[in-house]
C-alpha cells in the first residue's frame, strides 16, 4: 500500500512538470484503468479512456488537463464496486425483479383476446357491418333471427376456399364470425392433413387446444363425421371444426370451419 501511495505521488509529480500534462506509460495505464472502472462526471463526459488530449483538444489548459488524473484509487473503487454487488439487500432486490417481470409475461400473454377476422372489431353495429361488406361488394346472402340474436350469412369475401362468412350480432352488436371452407376436389385425406396443419398454428400461438367433439353417426342413411377444437384465449373463444356428410350415390360435403367467438 505504501509502494501504491509512493507510485501515485511520483505521477502527480511527474504529470505536473510535463510541458503538456503528457505523463509515462505507466501513468497513461493507470489514468485509463481508473476511469474505466469507476468514471467521475467530468471523466464521462471525455468521450475517450486515453489522459492525452484527443483531436481537437489542443487548446486545454493544463488544469484542465490535470482534472482528468485526480482519482487513481483504482483498486479502492474496485472493491467498493464488488462488495455492493455482495451484499445480500442488493443481490435479492436484482433477482425479485427479474422474477417479477418473469411471472408478468404470462399475464400479459393471457390478457392477450381473439380479434374478428377481415379487420372488424368486437361490438361493431350492424350498420358498419354492412357498410364494409358493401364496400368489398361481398353479398348478404340470407339474414335470421334466432332468439336474441341476428345472423347474416354472406358470400364473396375473398380468401383461398372460403365459400361462406357468418357474421352473429346480439343486441345488434357484433359478437361472432364464423368462416366455412370447402374444397370440392379435395380428398378427404387432404382435409385431414389441413385440420392438422391449423390445429397446430393455433396450438403454437394460444396453446394447446381442447378436444370438444369427435365423433360418427353412422345410424342414418347419412354418415356424419364432426370433429371439434377449442381455445379460450382471454375473454374469447377460437372454435375449429371439421364436418362430413356422406350419402351415397351422392358426393360427399366436407366443410372446416373457424369460428371466433366474443364471450
Known sequence: MCRRKGRNKAFRK????????????????????ARFCAPSPE????????NFPSPGAEGKTLNELQMQAND????????????????????RLVLGTLIACFLCTPHAHAADELVPPFGFRWNDSMARVEA????????????????NREVW?????????LKRTVFTFKER??????LQYEYPDWSIERYNQRMGEIRKYFDEKYGT????SRGNDHNTDVIQTLVGYQWMVGTTMLELFYFSAQHDPFPPFRVISVDYKAL
Open 14 to 33: 511527474n504529470f505536473a512538470r510535463e510541458p503538456n500534462g503528457i505523463g509515462s506509460e505507466s501513468q497513461q495505464r493507470t489514468d485509463f484503468a
Open 43 to 50: 471523466l464521462t463526459a471525455l468521450g475517450s479512456a486515453r
Open 72 to 91: 487513481t484509487d483504482i483498486a479502492g473503487r474496485l472493491f467498493t464496486c464488488i462488495a455492493a454487488w455482495n451484499r445480500p439487500i442488493i443481490r
Open 132 to 147: 364494409v361488406l358493401h364496400g368489398a361488394k361481398a353479398k348478404i346472402a340470407s339474414r335470421e333471427k334466432k332468439e
Open 153 to 161: 350469412t354472406v358470400e364473396g369475401l375473398i380468401h383461398p376456399g
Open 173 to 178: 352488436a357484433l359478437v361472432a364470425v364464423e
Open 209 to 212: 387446444g381442447k378436444l370438444v
